[in-house]
């Protein structure tokens, strides 16, 4: 087996963002890490909308990003921190919208390690010079510069090592032109490793460290070094320094300290001073626990400068600091807003505020004010004994705040992620779909989400209106050429044509001089002034003044097709015959002297669009009956000369030639595509060489099941293709890439750009007797998501069998669930406390749960109805119960009664993982599987984490042992076991009497249920120990499975076992075959692995087009989806298996990484060529294009049909 | 093997287990090699995001308070050393 990976949605958690101006404009830019990708967002500072820039693969694991200025610099770079062992800095260049790599600086091995400095960055606000620093030990510091030539220059690297000591964070100080000092948070462990009492564990201090790079000595010291609070996580910088022409400081320097429960103030030398983080009251809050804060931001503004802290619950703390020069009279905290938990807050100058989201979809807000003069309690370090720090060890009396709605910010933006998907499955569900949905579990916590995603483009439907007839045309036009908005709708039914203006409102119109009586071919604004209607009998050419030119069709004939543009005019006749017309330069139409005879009856006709500054297009694209299409010369010299003819086959119903953009093909300049749509519903693009007019490189796609029908229309000012069959395609230009995406909307007849002052990039299309108006808002966008909202993180989820519905279990750590909540108000307020019944009613989607102690849990068994996107019921559990598993089960002792079985634990805890019962609980169906009626439960000794039908009968995984349960009246029944599992079971599949157990991190286990003897046997096992996430059968003896570490693999078991095995009626053999490697008597072969880069969290086995071959399509838990193509022939794998290897050498990793150690990061890649790196190939220059295709021979378009015709044919994508 | 040799093999020896903690040696107790093998995964656990997500999503908190206490964590993730024997 050999595999082809392709990521069909790259993740879209946010790891960190980082906020600068990037392309050295005004604007400020946005880079989002998204783990293993670089986004550069660029927010539109009048509408508060977000767009993609440019987003690139790293093939690396990004651990820490920061912006960076060089002094008296206008732009800004991007220094990474990865697993490579290196820095990277990072320039984007916008003439060729990429990221640029200036330095890379080897500095250690590579991989996550304790000592390889990347986990955490720091820059001297000044840009003289950056920290990157390890989680313990190590830490370079770089000196950056710029030579003669204003080139950014790095230094080698200075070591500020200390031995023995874990590094919580670093920042660099804000100390003007001074020597550049770096704050860190350190924490000695060599004391409390040699101390068998522990009293110097519990001794031990965390110092804030400052570290100064003598410029002068090129040198650094540890400059001072003093202990701080033992819970500090965070270090937050603090404007300093002064202002060169006054004297006036900036601000006092040294640094915010973000301690559990308290913010602490800091410098050398200076008076501490400390605040409380303020709390919400929450009558149901852990008062032993602290708040931390997660993320912080420092904004300067002239003169003055605030910090918005945020803590785990999503409130925003503003924090400011009153100073007299560089010396802290206050240190003031107080509420600012509560956002969802982010893992990065960016303040943007133009006042915008980005919420990088650490789960779920990201936010942009604007600010609306500052807080500045509210109600809002503040606190203040002076309103405390000894500026807060009179005893540094005791805590400060809590502080409270009431959190409330969105006050101080408002929601402008909001853009969608799938992060974290847990859980999903694959189907076709929806009515009128020929492919299948993606259903995914999503999110955290109650901003959880259940999403259906369909492949295509999201269309916003802005009018929608009932017309007398069936038309079968439909046009728009302008009325001048240099009209900014379209005048006219024309509409052609069979037997008129029906003019309608747009203004105010859309009304009928008669003095157009359009001719009404008649079914129209064509319209056309032509010329400076005129218009032009092209019907079956002849053309009309209506000027400005409303006087008309006719031309009439010959006496018998009629036209049939016709195509036009901005000065030319092409009409074929009934006889086969093409006339030629073309505009002079008196805005008079002349008729060619000729007229070309073509032998079979033309079908359909193209000519692409006047480029700017010529005469005329030279190219004439000419279908006819027999099957194919000609390429005629409209050109002077050769007028209606036939240049080249393509075969076809199957009769052309429609052409369309249009000049896009496509990177991949062409750099610079738009590319000539012919677009052949056939009556079988096939689309061909071929290019058409400018030069001779040869059509080369042909691509195929089967659209549907109609005749095509393809129109060029306008979207975001860039050419593009509308195709028309049973489902309506777009073929678009997106960051310089060509995509072909299907839109989710009704079936369009016929489809026409439309302008107007409300919706100036619209499009226009008939579907049946209705005219719709509408837009296409995000394009590059492939798949449309829709979701419903669930209320606690979802876990799993199952498809009934039957009736289409879902059944998903969801459940909350460390939340009270509700009964228990009640349970403990009910108490309070028999003990005559206050309860405030405000906090409680506070949306959990926005203020999110208040957080009990560990072992506590909320969880409910949800029933989904796909299609209609809703929740048909909630069963919520009860005794702090969280449901782990699920399934349906037939009970053949009940006659195959559908059941389902929900394995839930009590009071469970992870680490170490126990609970004081497990339970199986049985469910019967009521009401068509609407409700769930409980049978019984049956106790387990351990967490059941996986449980499964099998034969009519349950089969669990509890704990270690693997179960075999028959129903009974009170109790399943314990049937069979089998305890020699190592850790615990966590998935399970089955086919036939085979069972296949994932461990937890014992890799995969083959079982056999021996039914005679009734034995559960283990006969094969893996060699290598895996932590288990996610496994599927993809055959009897195959599985796919992947483990926590990013990994993905296949194994299998060898044919010949898997026969004794099945031919063994008792399973004596096995139960006597003596065990390999203190394992099973048999071990099964790794056939692939692949290290995908995020936690594949659920793979499955499906054909995402319409009779296309089986692919595996797995999810991760950062909102990946990508899939795992089997390549068919030896020579598609010699072939791009030889690309792959190409393209590690041409194509770099944007970090540093070596592509092939970071696809085998775990264990040496097998079997698998990694897609998104070959398809990189189409950004290549082109010389580097065709040096590779050269070593492969082949062409640079037979190299990128083959790419795209792989992912066609696998995913439709 | 000369002395002399032995010497300054053992030297540097011990300069690359200064040089980079976490190696190991012949002489590494049972405590040591345990504590190593630890911190190695907490560094791991911080350094990989989307293994960073999976257990503060298991957990029920937030990243960064994940990251913090896996980082605090690695002040003894194997609790205090066994005592020394007398001898």
Same mark, same amino acid.
Request: charged share 20%; with cysteine; proline share 5%.
């Given at each position: 087996?050999?595999?082809?990976?392709?990521?069909?949605?790259?993740? &879209?958690?946010?790891?960190?963002?980082?906020?600068?101006?990037?392309?050295?404009?005004?604007?400020?830019?946005?880079?989002?890490?998204?783990?293993?990708?670089?986004?550069?967002?660029?927010?539109?500072?009048?509408?508060?909308?977000?767009?993609?820039?440019?987003?690139?693969?790293? =093939?690396?694991?990004?651990?820490?990003?920061?912006?960076?200025?060089?002094?008296?610099?206008?732009?800004?770079?991007?220094?990474?921190?990865?697993?490579?062992?290196?820095?990277?800095?990072?320039?984007?260049?916008?003439?060729?919208?990429?990221?640029?790599?200036?330095?890379?600086?080897?500095?250690?091995?590579?991989?996550?390690?304790?000592?390889?400095?990347?986990?955490?960055?720091?820059?001297?606000?000044?840009?003289?010079?950056?920290?990157?620093?390890?989680?313990?030990?190590?830490?370079?510091?770089?000196?950056?510069?710029?030579?003669?030539?204003?080139?950014?220059?790095?230094?080698?690297?200075?070591?500020?090592?200390?031995?023995?000591?874990?590094?919580?964070?670093?920042?660099?100080?804000?100390?003007?032109?001074?020597?550049?000092?770096?704050?860190?948070?350190?924490?000695?462990?060599?004391?409390?490793?040699?101390?068998?009492?522990?009293?110097?564990?519990?001794?031990?201090?965390?110092?804030?460290?400052?570290?100064?790079?003598?410029?002068?000595?090129?040198?650094?010291? @540890?400059?001072?070094?003093?202990?701080?609070?033992?819970?500090?996580?965070?270090?937050?910088?603090?404007?300093?320094?002064?202002?060169?022409?006054?004297?006036? =400081?900036?601000?006092?320097?040294?640094?915010?300290?973000?301690?559990?429960?308290?913010?602490?103030?800091? $410098?050398?030398?200076?008076?501490?001073?400390?605040?409380?983080?303020?709390?919400?009251?929450? !009558?149901?809050?852990?008062?032993?626990?602290?708040?931390?804060?997660?993320?912080?931001?420092?904004?300067?503004?002239?003169?003055?400068? =605030?910090?918005?802290?945020? %803590?785990?619950?999503?409130?925003?703390?503003?924090?400011?600091?009153?100073?007299?020069?560089?010396?802290?009279?206050?240190?003031?905290?107080?509420?600012?807003?509560?956002?969802?938990?982010?893992?990065?807050?960016?303040?943007?100058?133009?006042?915008?505020?980005?919420?990088?989201?650490?789960?779920?979809?990201?936010?942009?807000?604007?600010?609306?004010?500052?807080?500045?003069?509210?109600?809002?309690?503040?606190?203040?370090?002076?309103?405390?004994?000894?500026?807060?720090?009179?005893?540094?060890?005791?805590?400060?009396?809590?502080?409270? =705040?009431?959190?409330?709605?969105?006050?101080?910010?408002?929601?402008?933006?909001?853009?969608?992620?799938?992060?974290?998907?847990?859980?999903?499955?694959?189907?076709?569900?929806?009515?009128?779909?020929?492919?299948?949905?993606?259903?995914?579990?999503?999110?955290?916590?109650?901003?959880?989400?259940?999403?259906?995603?369909?492949?295509?483009?999201?269309?916003?439907?802005?009018?929608?209106?009932?017309?007398?007839?069936?038309?079968?045309?439909?046009?728009?036009?302008? /009325?001048?050429?240099?009209?900014?908005?379209?005048?006219?709708?024309?509409?052609?039914?069979?037997?008129?044509?029906?003019?309608?203006?747009?203004?105010?409102?859309?009304?009928?119109?008669?003095?157009?001089?359009?001719?009404?009586?008649?079914?129209?071919?064509?319209?056309?604004?032509?010329?400076?002034?005129?218009?032009?209607?092209?019907?079956?009998?002849?053309? /009309?050419?209506?000027?400005?003044?409303?006087?008309?030119?006719?031309?009439?069709?010959?006496?018998?004939?009629?036209?049939?097709?016709?195509?036009?543009?901005?000065?030319?005019?092409?009409?074929?006749? %009934?006889?086969?015959?093409?006339?030629?017309?073309?505009?002079?330069?008196?805005?008079?139409?002349?008729?060619?002297?000729?007229?070309?005879?073509?032998?079979?009856?033309?079908?359909?006709?193209?000519?692409? *669009?006047? !480029?700017?500054?010529?005469?005329?297009?030279?190219?004439?694209?000419?279908?006819?009956?027999?099957? &194919?299409?000609?390429?005629?010369?409209?050109?002077?010299?050769?007028?209606?000369?036939?240049?080249?003819?393509?075969?076809? &086959?199957?009769?052309?119903?429609?052409?369309?030639?249009?000049?896009?953009?496509?990177?991949?093909?062409?750099?610079?300049?738009?590319?000539?595509?012919?677009?052949?749509?056939?009556?079988?519903?096939?689309?061909? /693009?071929?290019?058409?060489?400018?030069?001779?007019?040869?059509? &080369?490189?042909?691509?195929?796609?089967?659209?549907?099941?109609?005749?095509?029908?393809?129109? @060029?229309?306008?979207?975001?000012?860039?050419?593009?293709?509308?195709?028309?069959?049973?489902?309506?395609?777009?073929?678009?230009?997106?960051?310089?890439?060509?995509?072909?995406?299907?839109?989710?909307?009704?079936?369009?007849?016929?489809?026409?750009?439309?302008?107007?002052?409300?919706?100036?990039?619209?499009?226009?299309?008939?579907?049946?007797?209705?005219?719709?108006?509408?837009?296409?808002?995000?394009?590059?966008?492939?798949?449309?998501?829709?979701?419903?909202?669930?209320?606690?993180?979802?876990?799993?989820?199952?498809?009934?069998?039957?009736?289409?519905?879902?059944?998903?279990?969801?459940?909350?750590?460390?939340?009270?669930?509700?009964?228990?909540?009640?349970? /403990?108000?009910?108490?309070?307020?028999?003990?005559?406390?206050?309860?405030?019944? *405000?906090?409680?009613?506070?949306?959990?989607?926005?203020?999110?749960?208040?957080?009990?102690?560990?072992?506590?849990?909320?969880?409910?068994?949800?029933?989904?109805?796909?299609?209609?996107?809703?929740?048909?019921?909630?069963?919520?559990?009860?005794?702090?119960?969280?449901?782990? %598993?699920?399934?349906?089960?037939?009970?053949?002792?009940?006659?195959?009664?559908?059941?389902?079985?929900?394995?839930?634990?009590?009071?469970?805890?992870?680490?170490?993982?126990?609970?004081?019962?497990?339970?199986?609980?049985?469910?019967?169906?009521? *009401?068509?599987?609407?409700?769930?009626?409980?049978?019984?439960?049956?106790?387990?000794?351990?967490?059941?984490?996986?449980?499964?039908?099998?034969?009519? @009968?349950?089969?669990?995984?509890?704990?270690?042992?693997?179960?075999?349960?028959?129903?009974?009246?009170?109790?399943?029944?314990?049937?069979?076991?089998?305890?020699?599992?190592?850790?615990?079971?966590?998935?399970?599949?089955?086919?036939?009497?085979?069972?296949?157990?994932?461990?937890?991190?014992?890799?995969?286990?083959?079982?056999?249920?021996?039914?005679?003897?009734?034995?559960?046997?283990?006969?094969?096992?893996?060699?290598?120990?895996?932590?288990?996430?996610?496994?599927?059968?993809?055959?009897?003896?195959?599985?796919?499975?992947?483990?926590?570490?990013?990994?993905?693999?296949?194994?299998?078991?060898?044919?010949?076992?898997?026969?004794?095995?099945?031919?063994?009626?008792?399973?004596?053999?096995?139960?006597?075959?003596?065990?390999?490697?203190?394992?099973?008597?048999?071990?099964?072969?790794?056939?692939?692995?692949?290290?995908?880069?995020?936690?594949?969290?659920?793979? $499955?086995?499906?054909?995402?087009?319409?009779?296309?071959?089986?692919?595996?399509?797995?999810?991760?838990?950062?909102?990946?989806?990508?899939?795992?193509?089997?390549?068919?022939?030896?020579?598609?794998?010699?072939?791009?298996?030889?690309?792959?290897?190409?393209?590690?050498?041409?194509?770099?990793?944007?970090?540093?990484?070596? $592509?092939?150690?970071?696809?085998?990061?775990?264990?040496?890649?097998?079997?698998?060529?990694?897609?998104?790196?070959? *398809?990189?190939?189409?950004?290549?220059?082109?010389?580097?294009?065709?040096?590779?295709?050269?070593?492969?021979?082949?062409?640079?378009?037979?190299?990128?049909?083959?790419?795209?015709?792989?992912?066609?044919?696998?995913?439709?994508? | 093997?000369?002395?002399?040799?032995?010497?300054?093999?053992?030297?540097?020896?011990?300069?690359?287990?200064?040089?980079?903690?976490?190696?190991?040696?012949?002489?590494?107790?049972?405590?040591?090699?345990?504590?190593?093998?630890?911190?190695?995964?907490?560094?791991?656990?911080?350094?990989?995001?989307?293994?960073?997500?999976?257990?503060?999503?298991?957990?029920?908190?937030?990243?960064?308070?994940?990251?913090?206490?896996?980082?605090?964590?690695?002040?003894?993730?194997?609790?205090?050393?066994?005592?020394?024997?007398?001898?």
């Amino acid at each position: 087996m050999h595999l082809y990976n392709l990521t069909l949605q790259p993740p &879209t958690a946010a790891a960190q963002a980082i906020v600068g101006n990037f392309s050295g404009a005004r604007t400020q830019e946005i880079i989002i890490s998204h783990g293993t990708r670089l986004e550069l967002l660029r927010p539109d500072v009048q509408t508060g909308k977000l767009s993609t820039v440019i987003a690139s693969d790293v =093939f690396g694991s990004i651990r820490s990003l920061a912006a960076f200025r060089l002094t008296g610099s206008t732009k800004d770079y991007a220094i990474v921190g990865s697993d490579s062992g290196r820095i990277i800095i990072l320039d984007y260049d916008p003439k060729s919208s990429s990221f640029v790599k200036l330095h890379q600086e080897t500095f250690g091995k590579s991989g996550a390690r304790r000592i390889v400095p990347g986990q955490y960055l720091a820059t001297d606000p000044k840009g003289r010079s950056v920290m990157i620093s390890a989680v313990e030990k190590a830490k370079l510091v770089y000196i950056l510069n710029r030579d003669a030539a204003a080139n950014l220059t790095i230094s080698s690297p200075l070591e500020a090592h200390k031995n023995n000591a874990i590094i919580h964070h670093i920042v660099g100080l804000d100390v003007g032109f001074e020597n550049p000092l770096f704050a860190a948070l350190e924490v000695d462990y060599s004391e409390s490793d040699q101390d068998p009492t522990g009293e110097a564990f519990n001794n031990a201090e965390k110092m804030l460290t400052y570290y100064e790079l003598d410029l002068g000595l090129n040198h650094v010291v @540890r400059k001072w070094s003093e202990s701080t609070d033992p819970r500090a996580n965070l270090l937050v910088q603090v404007p300093g320094g002064q202002v060169a022409s006054t004297d006036r =400081f900036d601000g006092p320097s040294g640094v915010l300290v973000c301690c559990e429960d308290h913010i602490i103030y800091r $410098h050398m030398d200076r008076r501490q001073h400390r605040v409380p983080i303020p709390r919400r009251q929450h !009558p149901l809050e852990d008062r032993q626990r602290g708040v931390i804060i997660v993320t912080a931001v420092m904004h300067k503004m002239k003169g003055a400068f =605030f910090f918005l802290l945020q %803590s785990e619950d999503g409130d925003l703390f503003k924090v400011t600091i009153d100073h007299e020069e560089d010396e802290v009279k206050a240190l003031k905290i107080k509420y600012f807003d509560t956002v969802p938990v982010a893992s990065s807050l960016c303040i943007l100058k133009s006042g915008f505020l980005f919420v990088a989201s650490e789960f779920g979809n990201h936010y942009l807000y604007q600010f609306q004010k500052l807080g500045d003069d509210d109600n809002e309690p503040e606190f203040s370090s002076t309103s405390y004994p000894g500026t807060g720090m009179a005893n540094p060890t005791l805590a400060l009396p809590h502080a409270h =705040f009431r959190p409330r709605p969105l006050d101080n910010l408002a929601l402008a933006d909001e853009t969608e992620s799938l992060d974290p998907i847990i859980d999903s499955k694959v189907m076709n569900l929806l009515p009128n779909s020929d492919t299948p949905q993606i259903f995914t579990a999503c999110g955290r916590g109650a901003r959880s989400s259940f999403r259906t995603l369909r492949h295509g483009l999201d269309v916003e439907e802005s009018v929608s209106s009932e017309l007398p007839g069936i038309p079968n045309a439909v046009w728009t036009t302008k /009325r001048r050429e240099d009209d900014e908005f379209d005048t006219y709708i024309i509409l052609s039914f069979v037997n008129g044509t029906l003019v309608l203006s747009i203004g105010e409102t859309i009304e009928e119109v008669q003095d157009t001089g359009i001719l009404s009586s008649a079914p129209t071919l064509a319209v056309q604004q032509i010329g400076a002034d005129a218009l032009l209607q092209v019907h079956p009998q002849g053309i /009309r050419h209506i000027l400005a003044d409303h006087r008309v030119n006719q031309w009439s069709a010959p006496q018998g004939k009629t036209i049939v097709t016709a195509t036009t543009n901005k000065r030319q005019v092409v009409v074929a006749l %009934s006889s086969a015959e093409l006339v030629y017309f073309e505009l002079d330069l008196d805005g008079q139409l002349n008729e060619y002297q000729d007229r070309k005879a073509m032998g079979s009856t033309i079908t359909a006709l193209s000519i692409a *669009e006047v !480029p700017e500054g010529r005469q005329r297009t030279p190219y004439l694209a000419v279908g006819c009956e027999d099957q &194919t299409v000609r390429i005629v010369s409209l050109d002077p010299e050769s007028t209606l000369e036939t240049i080249s003819l393509q075969a076809l &086959t199957a009769p052309p119903s429609t052409i369309c030639i249009a000049d896009m953009l496509d990177a991949s093909i062409n750099k610079t300049q738009p590319t000539m595509f012919v677009n052949i749509g056939l009556q079988n519903g096939v689309l061909l /693009r071929t290019v058409l060489d400018p030069i001779n007019g040869q059509l &080369t490189d042909t691509r195929t796609r089967f659209l549907g099941n109609r005749p095509v029908r393809l129109v @060029r229309v306008q979207i975001q000012g860039n050419p593009a293709i509308l195709a028309l069959s049973s489902r309506s395609w777009l073929n678009y230009t997106h960051q310089n890439l060509m995509h072909f995406t299907p839109l989710i909307f009704d079936n369009l007849d016929y489809a026409w750009s439309f302008s107007a002052e409300l919706s100036p990039e619209g499009l226009i299309g008939i579907a049946g007797s209705v005219l719709r108006i509408f837009q296409i808002p995000k394009l590059g966008m492939k798949l449309k998501q829709d979701s419903i909202p669930l209320s606690l993180t979802p876990r799993r989820f199952i498809s009934h069998p039957k009736n289409r519905h879902f059944y998903l279990i969801e459940g909350d750590h460390r939340v009270l669930g509700d009964e228990a909540a009640n349970k /403990r108000l009910q108490v309070m307020m028999q003990a005559g406390q206050h309860v405030d019944q *405000e906090m409680l009613d506070l949306p959990p989607e926005i203020f999110g749960r208040p957080k009990a102690a560990a072992g506590n849990w909320a969880s409910a068994i949800r029933i989904i109805d796909p299609v209609e996107g809703r929740t048909v019921s909630t069963i919520t559990l009860d005794n702090n119960e969280a449901a782990f %598993s699920l399934a349906f089960v037939p009970f053949a002792a009940r006659n195959n009664e559908l059941h389902l079985v929900v394995g839930t634990a009590q009071d469970t805890l992870l680490s170490p993982r126990s609970c004081t019962s497990g339970f199986l609980r049985t469910y019967r169906f009521t *009401e068509d599987g609407v409700g769930l009626e409980l049978l019984h439960k049956t106790e387990t000794d351990d967490v059941p984490l996986a449980v499964l039908g099998f034969q009519g @009968r349950l089969v669990a995984g509890v704990g270690k042992a693997l179960r075999i349960y028959e129903i009974g009246k009170k109790k399943l029944l314990r049937k069979a076991e089998n305890k020699t599992f190592s850790t615990a079971i966590v998935s399970l599949n089955t086919q036939g009497s085979r069972i296949i157990v994932g461990d937890m991190q014992e890799s995969i286990h083959f079982a056999v249920y021996k039914a005679p003897e009734n034995r559960l046997l283990i006969f094969a096992d893996d060699t290598q120990p895996r932590w288990i996430a996610a496994v599927t059968m993809v055959d009897y003896n195959t599985v796919a499975a992947s483990d926590r570490f990013g990994n993905i693999f296949v194994n299998r078991l060898d044919a010949k076992v898997s026969d004794q095995v099945d031919d063994d009626p008792t399973g004596a053999g096995i139960l006597h075959e003596k065990g390999i490697l203190m394992g099973a008597p048999h071990k099964t072969n790794m056939l692939c692995h692949f290290h995908v880069g995020d936690l594949v969290t659920s793979i $499955h086995k499906v054909s995402l087009v319409a009779g296309g071959r089986e692919v595996l399509l797995y999810t991760g838990i950062h909102g990946t989806i990508g899939i795992l193509v089997p390549f068919v022939s030896k020579e598609d794998v010699d072939f791009i298996s030889t690309l792959e290897q190409h393209m590690r050498t041409e194509q770099g990793s944007l970090v540093g990484r070596d $592509h092939l150690s970071w696809r085998g990061y775990y264990v040496p890649v097998k079997a698998v060529v990694d897609g998104d790196l070959c *398809e990189t190939y189409a950004r290549l220059p082109g010389s580097k294009q065709s040096a590779i295709a050269g070593e492969l021979d082949r062409t640079v378009g037979e190299v990128l049909k083959k790419l795209e015709q792989l992912r066609v044919t696998a995913s439709g994508f | 093997m000369s002395s002399e040799l032995r010497y300054t093999a053992n030297t540097q020896l011990e300069h690359l287990h200064a040089r980079y903690t976490g190696t190991g040696h012949a002489d590494l107790t049972k405590y040591d090699w345990i504590t190593h093998q630890h911190r190695d995964t907490l560094t791991s656990i911080v350094g990989h995001p989307s293994l960073l997500s999976y257990l503060a999503l298991a957990d029920g908190e937030a990243i960064g308070r994940t990251k913090f206490e896996m980082t605090e964590r690695m002040l003894q993730p194997c609790g205090p050393p066994p005592k020394k024997d007398e001898d």
